[in-house]
C-alpha cells in the first residue's frame, strides 16, 4: 500500500521561506511523477510544480524564480523549497504521485503566509 506523508507546514511571515517535505511509502515504480498541488479556501486545487523520474521540473507562472521541487531517490522523499513567500501562497499544499496509471495523494499541509 502506498502512503504519501507531508510535512513542514506552518505560519511564516510574508518574504519567508518553508521547505515541505513528501515521504513515499510502499511499492514505488522507478518511472513516476511526483506533484504539488494547492488548494486554497474556497478556491480550486491546482498544480504548483512537479518533477518527473527523470529529473524534468515544471512550474505553475505564480511560483517560477520562488518554489524549487526535488527528490532524494535514497529517502523516497520529495520536496517543495518556498522562498519568497506572499500571503496569496496561503493554502493547503498536497503531495501526489503518478505512476504506472495509479494516482495517489497525501493527506495536504498547511501553509500560512502573514501579510
Known amino acids: 500500500q502506498v502512503q504519501l506523508v507531508e510535512s513542514g507546514g506552518g505560519l511564516v511571515q510574508a518574504g519567508g521561506s518553508l521547505r515541505l517535505s513528501c515521504v513515499v511509502s510502499?511499492?514505488?515504480?522507478?518511472?513516476?511523477?511526483m506533484t504539488w498541488y494547492r488548494q486554497a479556501p474556497g478556491k480550486q486545487r491546482g498544480l504548483v510544480a512537479a518533477?518527473?523520474?527523470?529529473?524534468?521540473?515544471n512550474y505553475a507562472d505564480s511560483v517560477k524564480g520562488r518554489f524549487t521541487i526535488s527528490g532524494d531517490n535514497a529517502k523516497n522523499t520529495v520536496y517543495l523549497q518556498m522562498n519568497s513567500l506572499k500571503p496569496e501562497d496561503t493554502a493547503v499544499y498536497y503531495c501526489?504521485?503518478?505512476?504506472?496509471?495509479?494516482?495517489?495523494w497525501g493527506q495536504g499541509t498547511q501553509v500560512t503566509v502573514s501579510g
Open positions: 501526489r504521485m503518478i505512476t504506472a496509471g495509479y494516482d495517489y
Open positions: 510502499g511499492s514505488i515504480f522507478s518511472d513516476n511523477t
Open positions: 518533477i518527473s523520474s527523470g529529473g524534468v521540473t
